[in-house]
C-alpha cells in the first residue's frame, strides 16, 4: 500500500533554510504520471499548495511561494526533498507530503503523509 | 485568501442533511477543472473524500456525495453522524496566471455535528 512520511527539524529559525524530506513506499517517483507534492497548514488556517514534482522531473510552485522553494527528488531512495528559504514565523505550519497522479482529471492527491509541524522561532 | 470560497462552518443534527458550498471562477472550476474534497478529523492528515466531482474513493460511504454545476461545487453529506465532525476542503486547479495550472484550495468549512 502506499505510505509517506515527511521528516524534518521542528524548530527553526527565522532567516533559516527549512528542508524537509518525504519518504515514501508502494510507488515508484520513476512511473509515468506519478507526482509528489508538498501542502502546508498552519495552525487552526487552511491547506495551502507549496509545489509538486512529477516523475519526469517536472516541477511546479506556488507563484507566492515560488522564489523561496526548491523541490527534488530521489527516485532510488524514494524520497521528495522540499527546501524553504529565508524561512519566517508566519511559516509556522504542519507540512504534508501527498501522493497524486498526472492524468487528465486527477488533479487531486490521494494518498497524504501524517504532516510534520515546523515553528519559526528564535 | 483562499481562491476557492467556502462557508466556515455548518451545522447540523444528526441524520440530518448538510451541504457545504466551493465557489470559484472562470480560471478554476468554470474552467472545467474537476473539484476534490478532503476530510480532516481533529488532529489529522486530511483524506480524499470525493475525486473527480462526484466519485467517492473506496472505503468512504455513500452518505457523502458531491457535484458541480458552472463555478461551484458542493458536497451534501446525508444522514449525519457525530463522527462527520470535521474540516472539509475543496480543491480544484487554476490556470490564472501564465504557466501551467496550479493546484488550489478552499478556506475549509468546519462541520458541526449538533
Known amino acids: 500500500q502506499i505510505t509517506l512520511k515527511e521528516s524534518g527539524p521542528t524548530l527553526v529559525k527565522p532567516t533559516q533554510t527549512l528542508t524537509l524530506t518525504c519518504t515514501f513506499s508502494?510507488?515508484?517517483?520513476?512511473?509515468?504520471?506519478?507526482?509528489v507534492g508538498w501542502i502546508r497548514q498552519p495552525p487552526g488556517k487552511a491547506l495551502e499548495w507549496l509545489a509538486l514534482?512529477?516523475?519526469?522531473?517536472?516541477?511546479r510552485y506556488s507563484p507566492s511561494l515560488k522564489s523561496r522553494l526548491t523541490i527534488t527528488k530521489d527516485t532510488s531512495k524514494n524520497q521528495v526533498v522540499l527546501t524553504m528559504t529565508n524561512m519566517d514565523p508566519v511559516d509556522t505550519a504542519t507540512y504534508y507530503c501527498?501522493?497524486?497522479?498526472?492524468?487528465?482529471?486527477?488533479?487531486?492527491?490521494?494518498?497524504w503523509g501524517q504532516g510534520t509541524l515546523v515553528t519559526v522561532s528564535s | 485568501q483562499s481562491v476557492l470560497t467556502q462557508p466556515p462552518s455548518v451545522s447540523g443534527a444528526p441524520g440530518q442533511r448538510v451541504t457545504i458550498s466551493c465557489t470559484g471562477s472562470?480560471?478554476?472550476?468554470?474552467?472545467?477543472?474537476?473539484v476534490h474534497w478532503y476530510q480532516q478529523l481533529p488532529g489529522t492528515a486530511p483524506k480524499l473524500l470525493i475525486y473527480g466531482n462526484s466519485n467517492r474513493p473506496s472505503g468512504v460511504p455513500d452518505r457523502f456525495s458531491g457535484s458541480k454545476s458552472g463555478t461551484s461545487a458542493s458536497l451534501a453529506i446525508t444522514g449525519l453522524q457525530a463522527e462527520d465532525e470535521a474540516d472539509y476542503y475543496c480543491?480544484?486547479?487554476?490556470?490564472?496566471?501564465?504557466?501551467?495550472?496550479?493546484?488550489?484550495f478552499g478556506g475549509g468549512t468546519k462541520l458541526t455535528v449538533l
Open positions: 514534482i512529477y516523475w519526469d522531473d517536472d516541477k
Open positions: 480543491q480544484s486547479y487554476d490556470s490564472s496566471l501564465s504557466g501551467p495550472p496550479l493546484w488550489v
Open positions: 508502494g510507488f515508484s517517483l520513476s512511473t509515468s504520471g506519478v507526482g
Open positions: 472562470s480560471s478554476n472550476i468554470g474552467a472545467g477543472y474537476d
Open positions: 501527498a501522493h497524486t497522479l498526472a492524468l487528465p482529471g486527477s488533479y487531486y492527491f490521494d494518498y
